[in-house]
């Protein structure tokens, strides 16, 4: 179905109420809030006020103790990755800034990839990847080696991954896990395939090429949409998730950056490809129900939540905060391609006043800045993940 900005707010300000369930909202206030962050600081009180049931037991986030502000400081932070988390990140730069005046902070949408490189060669002061730092790639050993400490890998936002289209008379359509691993392999290559009407009973669908475009970039947003791929399809996918789309032998064209892959299905009838959510609700892209054996789920707020809110950490001391996600979850309503963009810092800078920096900067994302999440396309994480979060934040130095 086609989802617009109205209708993610809408599902979002729903969704909020359940992504704050199990734990307390350890966010940031401040009395110098203008603009855009005054409706974020807004929309925080009333999420803070909501209280929800799960399994164990319920939590009144109203009754949480009030959160800590964030100590503004002097100075710049420079920072590049995800372009999955870029548009949380503009907004989250653009509100802190306004409550921090003396700290500018600079963020450039490069790819997961690029971030992580760049962070490793001390070229940025922390990275955006939409995946952890890869023990076996050597990534864990040279981030300690380059901040002469241990490395961080803070979840900050849960951005789903959207399989937006472009067909014409369809907004309402369902893909299970082969029919995507065969579509975009080019296994199947027509709209009217009939393994795709199977899926679809009373949909029509015309016999139209598809079209399929995906990330050519080393992009966190690929190597999470492969390891989907690979959870549910093994049979037919068989490569090894990776932020490097090559090797996966996909049929189709190569974009850059999760707009230029938007921007390429937006224009193109019959297109298919994987994109981050914000990015097909700001591209105004018609996305499909995904049915992994438990029921057709669309993509919500709600449904983003329930995967994630699953995801088991990888802590290592209570700090770094790798999540462990299930892509071949069959729970009924969770919706199954999701990532988690993390931050990834050091845990002690050799230069102090960067430390102060990044801890305040991301006291505030990890806090008052999930509320701004609702209004972008994006989830905030569950509470539970959010108190373990700040409670990392706090040790950076």
Partial sequence: MLITRAGVVAGLAA?????TACGSDKGVTSSNTTGAAATSASSASTASSASTTSSASTTSAASSPAPAAAACGTGSLKAEGSTAQKNAMDQWVKDFQSQCSGTTVTYNGTGSGAGVSNFLAKQ??????????DPKKGEVAKAAAACGSPALDLPMVTGPIAVAYKLKGVTDLTLTPTLITQIFLGKITSWDDPAIKAANSGVKLPSQKITVFYRSDSSGTTQNFERYLAANDAKDFTATPDKDSSKAGFAGQGKTGSQG?????????GAIGYDEWSYAVSGNLDTAKVDNGGGAVELTADSAGAAVAAAKVASNGGKDLTLKLDYATKAPGAYPIILVTYEIVCSKYSDPKIGSLVKSFLTYTAGQGQSALKELGYAPLPASIQSQVTAAVATIS
């Fill in 15 to 19: 969704g909020a109420i359940a992504l």
């Fill in 124 to 133: 940025d002061n922390f990275a955006g990847s939409d995946s952890a730092l």
């Fill in 261 to 269: 892959v938007q921007q390429a299905i937006s224009t193109t009838e």
